[in-house]
Every structure is written in C-alpha cells, then in structure tokens.
C-alpha cells in the first residue's frame, strides 16, 4: 500500500522563524513529488521534484528530494503571517498522486 | 490558458438526497481528471480518476459515483447522501498521468445533516 507521511502534522511558529517540513513516502512506481500550499480552499502548486539532490527555490521557500532515502522536505525562511496555511505533500505514482495528510503551519506575528 | 471550474462551493443537504456536483476544463483536450475528498484533519484521498469520456476508475468503495459525459466534464453523483458524505470535494486535472502537477478547482464543501 502506497504511503506518504507529513510531519509534523502542526506547527506554530513567529514571524522570522525558519521552518522545514518533511515529507516521506513508500510508493510503488514513483514519477514526482509534490508540494502544495493550502489556505482556505482548493491547493495551490509550489513545487515539482523529480531528481535528487537538486534544490529548487521560489523565493523564502526551497524543497529537495532525497530519492534513496524516500523522503523531501520544504523549507521556509523568514516566514510571515502570510505563510499560515496547510502545506501538502503527493507523490505522483502511476495514474494518480498520493496525497500526505499535510502539516498546518501557523505563523504569530 | 486552462481554467477548471467546480460548482457549487457550497451545499447542505439532507441525508437520503441525492448529489451531483460539476467539474468542467476549458482550454485543454483530453485532460486526466480527478475527485478528491478532504475530511476535517485528513489528506485528501483519491476517490474517481477519468483518462478520457466514458472511463471511470474507482479508488475506494463508496456509495458515490462518478461519469465524464464529455471530454471535459466530470460528474461526481450519489443517489443518497450519507452523513459520512461530508467533507470538502475537490476536482483536479492533469495532463501527464502522476507526473505533472494538478489543477485544483476551487472545491465543494459538502455538509450532509
């Protein structure tokens, strides 16, 4: 059975904190990993990884995969009030992706 | 440029009645879609995915249905509500099957009472 695991599941930070979220799966036939952000309603797409070891980065957040190790992590610096939310993590395994249950950050001023 | 388009965002209804909530694309042929559930506190689990009209695979065992009537139209029906049914109800679309990301449409908050 196709696996993703989140943690932590929440977390509660101050303004300027960095934090890193993870995400491990155990899936068959893996093809991406996913990163989302989720606010009030539908996820909205961060990042895409394929390959290890390659860091992407879209401003304060970065992400990096580990394939051997089977797992990712999402990184956010300085974080703001703004970066409140839940953050999802798929692996995209053959027709469909398998979703972690998500890390809700909350971010005090 | 692709849109995906969910109605209603919201909707109450009684158990025993039925569902039918609608998810069109627009800008794309021949889009994977997909209906997820997200119950309070838990990732969102895969319920229907459609590779092209008519083809429905089924994730789990529900009494909800799904149809793709056209290239671009996904249907997610139930002919009796339950109250397990309640949840926030998201359609998605892909191009390459678990590899692209998804699209998510902008959800369906089901409250079955």
Redesign the interface.
Same mark, same amino acid.
């Given at each position: 059975e196709d696996k993703?695991v989140?943690s932590p599941l929440s977390l509660v930070v101050h303004e300027g904190d960095t934090v890193t979220l993870n995400c491990s799966y155990e899936v068959t036939?893996f /093809? %991406?990993l996913?990163w989302y952000k989720q606010e009030k309603?539908?996820?909205? +797409?961060l990042f895409?990884l394929?390959s290890s070891g390659i860091e992407k980065k879209s401003g304060r957040l970065s992400s990096i995969l580990d394939k051997k190790e089977l797992f990712s992590i999402l990184n956010i610096t300085a974080t703001q009030t703004g970066d409140s939310a839940v953050y999802?993590c798929?692996v @995209?395994?053959?027709?469909?992706? /398998? +979703? @972690?249950? #998500?890390t809700r950050l909350t971010v005090k001023p | 440029s692709q849109t995906i388009h969910q109605w209603p965002a919201t909707l109450v209804q009684p158990v025993g009645s039925p569902l039918s909530l609608e998810c069109t694309v627009e800008g794309t042929s021949n889009p994977?879609l =997909?209906w =997820?559930r997200q119950a309070a @506190? /838990? #990732? &969102?689990? &895969?319920l229907f995915?459609s590779?092209g009209i008519g083809q429905i %695979?089924s994730?789990v065992p529900q009494n909800l249905s799904a149809s793709r009537p056209q290239d671009r139209q996904f249907i997610l029906s139930s002919k009796k509500l339950l109250l397990s049914d309640s949840g926030f109800y &998201?359609c998605a679309w892909s191009e390459t099957? !678990?590899? %692209? !990301? +998804?699209? +998510? #449409? %902008? #959800?369906t908050r089901l409250t079955v009472v």
């Open positions: 993703v989140q036939n /093809r %991406s996913l309603k539908a996820p909205t +797409f895409m394929t999802l798929a @995209g395994v053959n027709n469909d992706m /398998r +979703f @972690g249950a #998500g | 994977n =997909y =997820y @506190g /838990r #990732g &969102l689990q &895969l995915y590779v %695979s994730e &998201l099957l !678990g590899l %692209s !990301g +998804f699209t +998510f #449409g %902008s #959800g």
